[in-house]
């Protein structure tokens, strides 16, 4: 069976939306998402789906501006759901005497199908779940010592590489995150890029340098 992998918006309804329109059409921002949509990989892996709400103001030129999620899932699907919204920014039609302040609220909805998800129960996703959480801490505390390395005390990053080995984090690990930033590079996504980048290089590893010296000065 192919897989397909689904990625809807469904605007809330409400005075605001109705006033909005994306250029490209009435049905252009689920084209567009469809398009530029880059499912995290321990989410598909791990058949994670549901509805990230992402609330964001428009100026008069229809860029976005004040972003948030302010309903999520996960970090990896809610950091993909609020790049696509900002990466949307400058293609939003909105109308004269239209009002700035208001926040539009729009729910992004990820369902995967073909990647045998139908065979995964609740609590295997919600175990997933449970999992990524305790390790994002751990791969949070790599990721503040390599900012920090100035400050490290003597035999600690002896520490940090054990933590990156129990993580897998290893320079294959690292190239998906260069590959996904690659991706980015392609869509326009110049700040996503950078941040994939960057996580390479605060992974205390060289591998991103030279894109990072290319594109995020």
């Known amino acids: 069976m192919k897989k397909l992998l689904t990625i809807c918006l469904i605007f809330c309804c409400s005075a605001a939306m109705a006033q909005l329109q994306f250029k490209s059409g009435k049905s252009g921002f689920t084209a567009f998402l ?3 949509t880059i499912y995290p ?28 999620v302010s309903k999520g899932i996960l970090s990896d699907l809610d950091d993909e759901a609020l790049r696509l919204v900002r990466l949307s920014s400058g293609k939003w039609q909105v109308p004269a005497g239209y009002d700035t302040t208001i926040s539009v609220i729009v729910p992004v909805n990820f369902k995967l199908s073909g990647y045998n998800c ?17 390790e994002e801490a751990l791969t949070n505390s790599v990721l503040n010592f390599y900012k920090n390395i100035d400050k490290a005390k003597p035999g600690q990053e002896v520490q940090i590489i054990a933590i990156k080995n129990q993580l897998g984090i290893d320079d294959e690990y690292l190239q998906t995150k260069i590959d996904s ?4 590079i392609k869509q326009g996504d110049k700040q996503g890029a950078c941040e994939d980048f960057s996580f390479v290089k605060n992974m205390g590893s060289k591998l ?3 894109y990072l010296a290319k594109y995020c000065r």
């Open 181 to 184: 930033g690659m991706k980015k």
């Open 41 to 68: 990989q321990f989410s598909k892996d791990n058949c994670i789906q549901g509805t990230v709400n992402v609330s964001f103001k428009l100026d008069e030129q229809g860029n976005v501006y004040s972003s948030k």
């Open 118 to 134: 139908e065979g995964k129960s609740n609590s295997d996703i919600q175990e997933a779940i449970r999992s990524y959480q305790a």
């Open 208 to 210: 991103a340098d030279e």
């Open 34 to 36: 469809r398009e530029k």
